[in-house]
């Protein structure tokens, strides 16, 4: 099983639980890996072969900038299920939705949630 890794992508969105977050909104970065099947694509080299990183992208970017979730916990899952829309070779999804300016009692830090959801 072959991956395809795209790493902090950036959304300037509106999520999370505090009126403030609603209104002023945040940056939200994304890292996903996705597993599928693409030794076909390996053996090829043909475009038709393997995902469109690109249409990856813009499914990400259109969940998580159209609409809102209070809970990141709740956008990497609709992330995941739109991902595995995108094309039945992919088996199973990684993401990681970071939250660098969570309202935490420090002056650093970020907070993250994982998830990884299959197929079925």
Do not use: W
Request: some cysteine; aromatic content about 6%; glycine content about 6%.
């Amino acid at each position: 099983m072959e991956r395809i890794i795209l790493e902090d992508l950036a959304f300037y969105a509106f999520h999370g639980v505090h009126d403030e977050e609603a209104r002023l909104g945040q940056r939200f970065h994304v890292d996903m890996t996705v597993h599928a099947d693409l030794s076909k694509a390996v053996a090829s080299d043909h475009y038709a072969d393997t995902i469109c990183y690109a249409s990856l992208v813009k499914t990400i970017e259109e969940v998580v900038t159209g609409g809102r979730f209070n809970l990141i916990e709740r956008l990497a899952g609709a992330i995941a299920d739109a991902v595995l829309a995108v094309d039945p070779r992919i088996d199973t999804v990684d993401i990681r939705v970071h939250k660098p300016g969570a309202p935490l009692p420090l002056s650093t830090g970020h907070v993250s949630i994982a998830l990884t959801k299959s197929r079925g």
